[in-house]
């Protein structure tokens, strides 16, 4: 019988066998999934990696100047007949963080 690891005294199991082949798959699985992600999305698996504060330091300023943001849709709400490229935060979050403007009126 096939015997595994330094124990040589017991032989592997089918339970064994099958829960380390799950393991290894799934594995496998995560990892290609991580690996198409940053395929396909550079950018943003890239920069949020490298900085991981930079996206809260950008909100927070942009906030700070009365300027709404919504995190978990990335938008930004600026007010209507005001420039977005006067926010230098705002047009950074859209550049690197994928966000997006939205005008608001006041």
């Known amino acids: 019988s096939q015997t595994r690891g330094i124990n040589t005294s017991r032989p592997i199991t089918r339970s064994a066998m099958r829960s380390t082949y799950w393991s290894a798959r799934h594995s496998i699985h995560w990892w290609l999934t991580a690996l198409s992600f940053s395929v396909r999305h550079p950018l943003i698996a890239t920069s949020l990696m490298r900085y991981p504060k930079r996206r809260a330091n950008l909100l927070y300023k942009l906030r700070r100047k009365g300027i709404e943001a919504d995190t978990k849709q990335r938008v930004i709400f600026i007010p209507y007949g005001e420039e977005p490229r ?11 963080f994928y966000f997006n403007i939205q005008f608001i009126i006041t």
């Open 86 to 96: 006067q926010y230098v935060q705002a047009v950074r979050l859209c550049r690197e």
